[in-house]
């Protein structure tokens, strides 16, 4: 188990359930020497949505707008954003130019070294131009490969137990990569307790299984629930087919 650097912290609120809890998010560290590349990738979570919430939003990154959805309980198809360090604005509606962005639009920095990215988005009722905050994960490939988890905690509670062959030990409001859980395609058992501030016995959170496709990386968020005490855990695999090498023609003499 790996523990990385948190750099984001934002509280929200979320209207529909009336309630408050801090949105808490990865942005890794990339590496020092880094290769240029033309464009990065970028999948969407509308983590926790209401019902009232926009399915659908434009993606403006300074040049290009875009359409993107807004899934609840999946990743978005992969979107491509331009490489270098961008400004993202979430739009209700297509711009005319870059000149005509509302002042108030949501909107998230991507530092250059940053290649790929997670884009959570949580509900903001108060925001007259698209109701919702933006934060980003780092996904690059070399921070978190296939078969491995990225578990984000948003509660003050610490949370552990065994993810399979994994032991998952997590202070609350804090994020950790687990290796693979298992060593193929297989259910695994996923056993979680939480610890809340104040109480002197930890509380069962689920006991279940999963199943592990080890060509799939997963992003896994603990958040509380408004209906009880104990948080619930929410994982979104993120499957991307393998990368073609170019094709190399032989030339005769």
Not at 48 to 56: G, M, N
Not at 138 to 165: D, F, H, K
Request: glycine share 6%.
């Amino acid at each position: 188990m790996r523990s990385d650097p948190i750099l984001v912290v934002a509280c929200l609120q979320h209207p529909a359930h009336t309630m408050r809890f801090l949105f808490i998010l990865c942005l890794f560290p990339a590496l020092l020497v880094a290769q240029p590349t033309a464009e990065r990738t970028c999948r969407i979570l509308f983590l926790d949505a209401p019902d009232e919430a926009p399915s659908k939003l434009i993606l403006f990154d300074g040049t290009t707008a875009q359409e993107v959805d807004l899934p609840r309980m999946n990743l978005s198809r992969i979107y491509t954003l331009p490489a270098g360090a961008i400004r993202l604005r979430m739009l209700s509606t297509r711009p005319a130019d870059a000149s005509a962005i509302p002042a108030g639009a949501p909107a998230v920095e991507v530092p250059e070294a940053t290649g790929d990215i997670y884009l959570i988005l949580a509900h903001d009722s108060a925001n007259t131009v698209a109701p919702v905050r933006m934060q980003i994960v780092n996904a690059a490939a070399n921070r978190l490969g296939p078969g491995q988890m990225l578990w984000i905690n948003l509660t003050p509670n610490a949370v552990g137990g065994l993810v399979g062959s994994e032991k998952l030990n997590m202070a609350a409001q804090s994020c950790v990569i687990l290796n693979a859980p298992a060593s193929g395609p297989t259910d695994y058992e996923v056993r979680l307790a939480c610890r809340i501030p104040g109480e002197a016995n930890s509380r069962p959170i689920c006991q279940t299984k999963w199943l592990h496709d080890p060509r799939s990386r997963m992003l896994v968020f603990v958040i509380g629930d408004q209906a009880k005490r104990s948080p619930r855990v929410m994982a979104f695999p993120d499957y991307r087919e393998p990368k073609q090498s170019p094709s190399v023609t032989a030339v005769g003499r």
